[in-house]
């Protein structure tokens, strides 16, 4: 792997569970350059945000391509959020509230902070996780741009047939914030009351994630592992085009890349992934399924763009009356030099 030339500062992390209050408002957006839209926000991160025009597309862009007041606007947004949140984990008095973080040592902030040979995971108070690479040589000890965002989502189908994901509703008891847990498990109510387990579980090699249903039928749990980073700041990082062409992720036998083949087959499952970024690391990420044959990891991603745009890995049940819960487990190793 060739020296990094740069540092990474985009970081963009398409957290599916950061939609506001304010989604599903259409209102008029600008521009930096004056063009004008009109589309609801559907998602918000520290640099990008997704919004959806009445048509139903979905366009996702840089916070700094709008103008000024439109980047106000987001910033009371993230003000307003940060207030309601920080009342809900300082005071603990609502059901279903944040839950309560550390507020001392390197895992100030969160609820849950571990420490790998090759990564860090932190439990936010939100329930869900992010998990970052450590790279030698680093003020920060992080690698720059690079990120997996994990939460729970659960699909069931209504009368009519068609499928409806439910996120996260309420943490409904936990235990106390921590760091280097061995295992955390929280009991949490999605939206359309479906209330589950859970477990994020740790070692110095990797985590493994899981969810244990309390319907024991339907619907099915699906574990969402989401991966992303901006390709034009991979390109700036090694002269090494070698080194550019293994950026990929192997399903199996078969192989996506960044630049080329990023189209992944959605409907096909698979026992093992594989994710190498030689350009900016050379620690490589692993997924491997439980040994629940009724359990799938199935890859997606947005429509045909590269893999650095962003891409899921998904742990989700092939049929709804699996109940197998300790078989059904992610398990996500990092190997490094």
């Known amino acids: 792997m060739k020296k990094l030339k740069y540092v990474v500062t985009s970081v963009v992390l398409f957290s599916m569970l950061s939609i506001f209050a304010h989604a599903g408002?259409?209102?008029?957006?600008?521009?930096s350059k004056g063009s004008k839209m009109t589309a609801e926000l559907v998602s918000k991160t520290d640099t990008h945000l997704t919004l959806k025009q009445a048509s139903g597309k979905e366009i996702t862009l840089a916070i700094k391509q709008l103008s000024d007041a439109d980047q106000n606007y987001l910033k009371q947004l993230d003000e307003a959020a940060s207030d309601k949140g920080q009342n809900k984990v300082d005071k603990g008095k609502k059901k279903g509230g944040g839950l309560p973080v550390l507020h001392d040592g390197i895992g100030a902030g969160y609820f849950a902070y571990f420490e790998g040979e090759?990564?860090?995971?932190?439990?936010?108070?939100?329930?869900?996780?992010?998990?970052?690479?450590?790279?030698?040589?680093?003020?920060?000890?992080?690698?720059?741009?690079?990120?997996?965002?994990?939460?729970?989502?659960?699909?069931k189908k209504n009368k009519l047939g068609s499928i409806s994901g439910y996120r996260m509703k309420q943490i409904l008891s936990h235990g106390d914030p921590v760091e280097n847990p061995d295992q955390v498990k929280l009991s949490v109510m999605l939206k359309g009351d479906i209330r589950c387990n859970l477990i994020y579980e740790f070692s110095p090699e990797g985590l493994t994630t899981w969810m244990q249903s309390e319907h024991g039928s339907d619907p099915p749990e699906v574990m969402n592992h989401m991966m992303t980073h901006r390709l034009g700041q991979v390109l700036q990082l090694t002269d090494d085009q070698k080194d550019l062409?293994?950026?990929?992720l192997k399903v199996g036998s078969d192989k996506y890349d960044y630049f080329n083949k990023h189209r992944i087959k959605s409907t096909v499952s698979n026992d093992k992934y594989e994710?190498?970024?030689?350009?900016?690391?050379?620690?490589?990420?692993?997924?491997?399924?439980?040994?629940?044959?009724?359990?799938r990891l199935m890859s997606w991603k947005y429509a045909d763009q590269p893999l650095s745009k962003g891409y899921f890995i998904r742990s989700r049940?092939?049929?709804f009356n699996s109940n197998k819960h300790k078989a059904e487990k992610t398990t996500i190793t990092f190997k490094g030099k």
Do not use: Q
């Not at 062409?245 to 990929?248: A, F, G, V």
């Not at 190498?276 to 990420?285: E, H, L, Q, V």
């Open 275 to 295: 994710v190498s970024m030689p350009a900016i690391t050379d620690t490589k990420i692993l997924f491997d399924k439980g040994s629940d044959k009724n359990t």
């Open 245 to 248: 062409e293994k950026m990929r």
């Open 25 to 31: 408002e259409l209102r008029e957006w600008t521009s």
């Open 118 to 155: 090759h990564y860090i995971a932190r439990i936010k108070a939100n329930a869900t996780m992010e998990v970052f690479l450590k790279e030698e040589g680093k003020a920060s000890g992080l690698l720059d741009g690079w990120a997996i965002a994990v939460e729970p989502v659960a699909y």
């Open 317 to 319: 049940k092939g049929e």
